[in-house]
């Protein structure tokens, strides 16, 4: 499979999603250090500006689809340029044109739609514009505001894996949600 890149920036009615700059350091670390924030995410509230230095500068500039590279792309406010949140985005490098997403957003954010959109417009590329096949999110089955999103998107939910992971000192139960592109 070759490998190819996504151009970003991309720009939707009220937003940018970039690459994750420097300059976006310290509204990054902001809001990963939200206990109600990191709750559903891989760190923990203690989360420090060299952690986010660290994965700022080991970020590629471009998705780099087949790679099984994450990458978090900046969600930024199109008329103030302030950071939002950030979408994750994996491209599995076992399965061709299968990438798997996740969303983050500071608590002022939250509720605005915000999560929508930025996520419509990274599926809606990854589909048109990379071919993509599959399109997929792991969450915890807790995080109701989450599956509401992605049924918004129109992803179906694939299934749920009671106690089936070990997550921060305690089995969570996590749900597969999922679109096809046969089914956009």
């Known amino acids: 499979m070759t490998k ?5 920036p991309k720009r939707t009615d009220r937003l940018v999603l970039d690459a994750l700059a420097s300059s976006d350091r310290d509204a990054f670390v902001a809001y990963r250090q939200v206990p109600d924030v990191a709750r559903w995410q891989s760190w923990t509230p203690d989360y420090s500006t060299a952690d986010a230095d660290d994965l700022i500068a080991e970020q590629p ?3 780099e689809l087949g790679s099984g590279n994450w990458i978090q792309i900046a969600i930024r406010d199109a008329a103030t340029g302030e950071l939002l949140g950030d979408v994750a985005v994996h491209s599995l490098a076992d399965q061709p044109d ?3 997403l996740g969303v983050t957003l500071m608590p002022t954010s939250q509720g605005r739609g915000v999560a929508t959109e930025a996520l419509c417009a990274m599926v809606d590329m990854l589909f048109s514009e990379y071919g993509a096949h599959r399109v997929f999110a792991i969450t915890d089955a807790r995080n ?3 599956a509401r999103l992605f ?4 992803f179906r939910h694939e299934g749920r894996n009671v106690d089936a992971d070990w997550f921060k000192g305690e089995w969570t139960t ?3 949600w999922a679109l096809l592109a046969r089914e956009r």
């Open 98 to 100: 299968t990438y798997e």
């Open 151 to 154: 049924t918004r998107l129109g």
């Open 61 to 63: 500039s471009q998705i």
């Open 4 to 8: 190819r890149t996504m151009s970003l």
């Open 174 to 176: 996590i749900d597969t």
């Open 144 to 146: 109701e505001p989450v």
